[in-house]
Structures are given as C-alpha cells and as structure tokens.
C-alpha cells in the first residue's frame, strides 16, 4: 500500500488536475491514485499517517460544500464524519485553488478551514507557502506572513503553478519520505 494519500474537493475540476499533477510526480508505492471527497471512505482516510489535501475556496470564501452552492457534496460533508477522529501521528499538507483578482478579500480562505480542522484534532500540519507574488487583500489562510499551505491562483497566475507546485513539494519531501 502506498504511504502517502491524496484527498482532494473539487467542483470545476481543476483541483483534480491539480491533485493528479502531484501523483504524477511519484510512483504507485510512495502515493496512492488521488480520491475526491464525494468517493472517499472514512477508514480509507485513516489508514494514512501522511495526506496531502487539496481544496478550491467558494464564492466569498468558503469551504466546497452544498452550502456554497457546489453541485455535489464536497468537504462541508466529508469533514463531519472525521470530526471525533484522532489526527494525533499524522503529517498533513494542504493546498487550496482560489481566484486573488475576482476574490481578494478571501483568498484561498478554504486552506484554513481545513488547516483548523485537522490542527484542532492533533495533526501535525506542515507546508506552509510564502505570500510574497501574490495580489489579493485579505486571506484567512495566512499566518505571520505566510500561508497555512500552498495557495495557486490557476485563474491569474496558471503559468507559476508548475513552479510553486514543485517548491512546495520539495518543501515538504522531508517530512512525508519524499525523494525530491
């Protein structure tokens, strides 16, 4: 089994892209096939000590769900079946998709609430990204100066994603077993 699992929400598709641009970058035995929330099993979930996360921001800053107006149910809806879940011993990494141009005031907000989420249950968060290069006003997502993952802005900036997808990974290799 593979050590390393990605989850990811999406509701345009390009978190998926996104997700499987990472798995595209490791073989089968160091990071499982990515699995969208709608599709994930709870115990699936479990059953890896390292995750990477990946999540787009909604309308005015919200996580994907039902409720921002999503086509299907989304994190809003998997989350609450993780909520008394133990998260102690695992390393997370988050990345989130969000729009600084149409949305600055709540840039890549859904990275927090998932940064929260799991922080609060014991896990051990890393990859944080710096802020510098990017253009938006307000982000709950940053923390002293940096974001709580990394943010992509494929709307405004696609052609940096490559290269900030690549530092965040190497960013994090140490702390997942990555060979980068």
Known sequence: MARIGIFFGTDTGKTRKVAMQIKKMFDDDLV??????TRADVEDFMSYDFL????????DGLLPGLGADCATENWEEFL?????????????????LGDQVTYPLDFVNAIFYLHE??????????GRWPTAGYSFEDSLAVD?????????????????????LNGWLKSISADFGLPL
């Open 80 to 96: 609450p079946g993780l909520r008394d879940r133990d998260f102690s011993g695992k390393t997370i990494a988050i990345f989130g």
């Open 117 to 126: 989420f799991f922080e609060t249950r014991g896990a051990r968060l890393v």
């Open 32 to 37: 499982a096939k990515p699995v969208n929330v």
């Open 144 to 164: 002293g100066g940096e974001f709580l993952g990394l943010a992509l802005d494929l709307d405004n900036q696609a052609n940096l994603t490559e290269e900030r």
């Open 52 to 59: 990477i996360l990946g999540t787009p921001t909604m309308g």
